[in-house]
């Protein structure tokens, strides 16, 4: 949560603006102040890596932890600008360390995130000599910041957002190249950085000496305070911002591309994405080609859990379909669909507006349920064999569908009608009462249960007959 205030002084050349913003929405806001550029989720980020409660500026929250590292350095003889460095990488959120150093506490290994997508320009493409010094101040920072640590971490993140400024697909060999080129760099001079420092202090606790360790964390608040938009080597699963704009990746992607505003915009209308899918077996190749340059990796990812389903296939902009309007058991409804442009199914809805709000807020919702099932891969035939014969009111004679003529429910009418005009299916059994639906004296009961009714213990046995669908010849 942020809250704009008010423009404030200038700190290392950037102007600055100070806000209240909240680590999350249950905790109280603080006064924040950073550089003006940043977004909000920066702001909420300082908020949770600032120690203390009260008002916490970058200046004053990285001066914290910068000090005391630049002080041993110069104790230890080390010439190199450390403190200028470290300002100059966070202003450029090029890198950071992890929240335990913000706070001055000293974990047993420490870390510092480096942001892929920041050591990049459209004019001169990846800047390597800068990432590979960045990595050497990472080691050598987070050995002076916490002493006695036996390991230190040097962690890469946003992949994704270079990977996409540079123009490559993320499922491409030549992505994988850049990772790979890009994790064993990261390796090669962590290993050197850290080597170089126990070479200077000598042996460490327990006798062990300090080392370097390479990895892939999951993200925290250092990556927001960075920019970051892809924790490690993920994907961009989506263009989109949660507020609806374009994320820096999917606008670096269009510019490397050469594709205009103008031209994506035609492209989604007229159903082609200018952005390609990527599936999980991508993530998971990813994940193969840079994990043997890398000390510590996340879990990797099941490429064959997702196969069922699939990944999401975009429905195009302008779809065709049609729109039944019927009646069952003297309620009416209207059925809308969405078609791909092959003539699939590709989403429904389902408008009632004369039930009540609950009712129909549970259909809608259904049906948004089933349009992302057959988005992702689900089969018609596996909805329609779930629903039809499901019993609840309203039920009984479909009116305005001469293709079905009776209902156990209005879900029932829905995937009956859905077999015929999408699967061909004609020779569903027809719509009846169940045998066994009787009262405790014996009486036939006929009524179908009401949503979110409930049978009495000597109420009428709703059973629902097992349903063989058959292709019609």
Not at 57 to 68: S, V
Not at 124 to 131: C, E, I, L, R, S
Not at 367 to 380: D, E, K, M
Not at 416 to 428: E, F, H, I, P, S
Request: charged fraction near 20%; aromatic fraction near 6%.
């Amino acid at each position: 949560m942020t809250i704009m205030l008010e423009k404030t002084r200038m700190w290392q050349g950037v102007r600055m603006r100070r806000m209240a913003a909240a680590p999350d929405p249950d905790s109280a806001p603080r006064a924040v102040t950073l550089p003006a550029s940043w977004d909000d989720a920066a702001a909420a980020a300082l908020a949770a890596l600032a120690p203390g409660a009260g008002p916490a500026t970058l200046a004053t929250a990285a001066d914290a932890w910068i000090r005391p590292i630049a002080d041993r350095a110069r104790r230890a003889g080390i010439e190199t600008p450390l403190a200028q460095r470290l300002h100059a990488l966070l202003l450029a959120r090029r890198g950071a360390p992890t929240a335990p150093v913000w706070r001055g506490e000293a974990p047993p290994c420490p870390g510092f995130v480096l942001n892929l997508a920041a050591f990049h320009d459209t004019e001169h493409g990846v800047d390597t000599q800068a990432f590979i010094e960045a990595v050497d101040i990472a080691a050598t920072a987070l050995t002076l910041a916490v002493p006695s640590a036996q390991r230190i971490a040097v962690c890469m993140a946003d992949l994704a957002g270079l990977l996409a400024a540079l123009g490559l697909d993320y499922d491409s060999d030549a992505a994988r190249q850049v990772a790979t080129a890009l994790a064993a760099a990261l390796r090669k001079h962590a290993d050197a950085a850290s080597a170089a420092m126990a070479e200077r202090f000598g042996a460490v606790v327990d006798g062990r000496r300090h080392s370097a360790t390479t990895a892939i964390t999951a993200p925290g608040p250092a990556e927001a305070l960075l920019g970051v938009e892809t924790g490690g080597i993920a994907p961009a699963f989506s263009p989109l911002h949660d507020d609806g704009t374009l994320t820096r990746a999917a606008r670096g992607f269009l510019a490397a591309r050469g594709i205009t505003a103008e031209a994506a915009l035609a492209a989604t209308i007229a159903g082609r994405s200018p952005f390609p899918a990527v599936p999980t077996a991508a993530h998971a190749a990813m994940h193969d080609a840079v994990a043997a340059h890398l000390h510590v990796m996340p879990v990797r990812p099941d490429a064959t859990a997702a196969e069922p389903a699939g990944e999401r296939r975009d429905l195009p902009a302008r779809r065709a379909g049609y729109t039944q309007k019927a009646a069952v058991g003297g309620h009416k409804l209207f059925l809308r669909t969405g078609e791909y442009a092959d003539g699939k199914l590709g989403e429904i809805f389902i408008g009632m507006h004369k039930e009540g709000p609950a009712f129909r807020g549970l259909m809608d919702n259904f049906a948004i349920a089933v349009s992302l099932g057959l988005q992702h891969g689900v089969p018609l035939d596996a909805f329609v064999e779930a629903f039809t014969f499901t019993r609840f009111g309203p039920a009984g004679t479909v009116e305005g569908d001469p293709a079905v003529a009776r209902a156990t429910s209005l879900l029932d009418y829905v995937f009956r009608n859905l077999a015929v005009n999408y699967l061909g299916k004609t020779d569903l059994p027809e719509a009846e009462d169940e045998d066994g639906d009787t009262l405790g004296d014996g009486v036939r009961d006929r009524a179908p249960l009401l949503p979110l009714d409930l049978p009495r213990e000597d109420g009428p046995r709703q059973r629902r007959r097992a349903l063989r669908l058959v292709a019609k010849g």
